[in-house]
């Protein structure tokens, strides 16, 4: 069965650093993006980075030149390394993929399960 798989989200001081990996496993035929959503309480959930195949990356203003993304192809793992961390970057961290399953035939998006980052002042 196809899925994304994340892991190292946590508790962390303001000012420190946090890793996030999402694995995508199963029958994909291909991966044309991976990326970063979260989703802090009572608001939307909202595009944190993302990056595609071809290399192309794009960060929320919020994050950049604190957050990198990046991407293994071959094990079709993304990676977020969050540096300097804020209070306000307190949420779910959702893995998102645009693949093209065996299964489905066309390409979709997907979605990981979540997983909590809390970063304390």
């Known amino acids: 069965q196809e899925q994304l798989v994340e892991s190292g989200g946590g508790l962390v001081q303001a000012g420190g650093s946090l890793r996030l990996s999402c694995a995508a496993s199963?029958?994909?035929?291909?991966?044309?993006?991976m990326g970063w959503y979260r989703q802090a309480p009572g608001k939307q959930r909202e595009l944190v980075c993302r990056?595609?195949?071809?290399?192309?990356?794009n960060y929320a203003d919020s994050v950049k030149g604190r957050f990198t993304i990046s991407r293994d192809n071959a094990k079709n793992t993304v990676y977020l390394q969050m540096n300097s961390l804020k209070p306000e970057d307190t949420a779910v961290y959702y893995c998102?993929?645009?693949?093209?399953?065996?299964?489905?035939?066309?390409?979709?998006?997907?979605w990981g399960q979540g997983t909590q980052v809390t970063v304390s002042s």
């Open positions: 990056i595609t195949n071809c290399g192309i990356i």
């Open positions: 199963g029958n994909i035929v291909s991966m044309h993006a």
């Open positions: 998102n993929a645009i693949m093209v399953l065996v299964a489905a035939g066309y390409q979709g998006s997907y």
